[in-house]
């Protein structure tokens, strides 16, 4: 009982509770501008999430692992089919990046989309998105976590016709997989990231690559891939693979320094009509090889 009046007593401390004020107001200014994107009930809902997530950090809760994971229905404005998040989790913010801040929603400037890839796909935010706007396409959708490819598979179901589901890690080559996971509770489950086994190490999943993944489709080439991997497209795009010259469109989402450095080298190959950002995806929009490249390719296929 004296710990826990000694932690209640730190929470009232002038500063700490200034701070807490701070966030719980920054908190309720993102209900009003939910509401127009998302209709009021999903609105209300995230900030009584939020409000959950505040109430636990100010109580330095730290048994956050504990806590229920049950799922919450949103019913997004415009959409006929609910998206299922999970209590005390990062699912939120994916819902506030994709349908708030849309982050997909230069998309249709690239029509027409037939197929496109989801890779990193989370729990299927995106894909729900994209295969609402377009309902011919068809969708390669790629999750290494079994956890978040589970409530993916639940979300996107609606569309399964049009999906083939890969539970696995995007990869430039065939290899063994490790997930690297934060620690429970963080509310992190959008930022696992997967890493190549070493020789003798047990993998938690397989990989696949998109020159892989693109051989198995009936058309030539991707309309659009949308990519994120946590870090792992600097060595998904370090030796500039093929599955790149047969892309129309890229949205991509680059993890640090090194990340970036790998896709200006990318540039200095490949061109696109419309370069920009939204939030934190690089949209890359008639995506296509600089012609320098496309004449060493011809000119090497004619020497052999």
Avoid at 169 to 194: C, N, Q, Y
């Amino acid at each position: 009982m004296g710990w826990e009046k000694s932690r209640l007593w730190k929470v009232f401390l002038p500063h700490k509770l200034f701070v807490a004020v701070g966030h719980l107001l920054k908190l309720l200014s993102s209900f009003p501008k939910d509401i127009r994107p998302l209709g009021f009930q999903s609105a209300w809902i995230l900030l009584r999430l939020d409000i959950e997530h505040w109430l636990r950090s100010i109580f330095q809760r730290t048994d956050l692992d504990r806590m229920p994971r049950s799922l919450v229905a949103l019913h997004l404005k415009g959409y006929p089919h609910p998206l299922f998040i999970r209590r005390n989790s990062s699912d939120r913010f994916i819902v506030r990046q994709v349908f708030r801040q849309r982050e997909y929603g230069s998309v249709p400037l690239m029509l027409p989309i037939r197929l496109f890839v989801d890779a990193g796909a989370n729990i299927g935010c995106a894909s729900f998105y994209l295969l609402q706007q377009f309902p011919q396409a068809h969708a390669e959708v790629i999750e290494p976590d079994p956890e978040n490819l589970v409530l993916c598979r639940q979300n996107l179901e609606p569309f399964a016709s049009r999906i083939r589901f890969r539970a696995q890690g995007v990869w430039p080559r065939s290899a063994s997989l490790r997930l690297i996971k934060p620690a429970p509770g963080a509310e992190l489950e959008s930022t696992i990231s997967v890493i190549e086994c070493l020789p003798g190490e047990r993998g938690d999943v397989q990989s696949v690559s998109l020159d892989d993944v693109l051989a198995q489709q009936s058309q030539a080439e991707f309309d659009l891939v949308k990519m994120d991997i946590e870090g792992a497209e600097r060595a998904v795009l370090e030796d500039l693979p093929a599955w790149l010259g047969s892309t129309r469109n890229l949205m991509i989402e680059l993890h640090g320094p090194e990340s970036r450095r790998v896709f200006e080298k990318v540039l200095t190959q490949f061109s696109a009509d419309r370069t920009d950002s939204v939030g934190d995806v690089t949209v890359c929009a008639g995506w296509r090889p600089r012609p320098s490249l496309t004449s060493s390719r011809a000119d090497a296929l004619a020497s052999s």
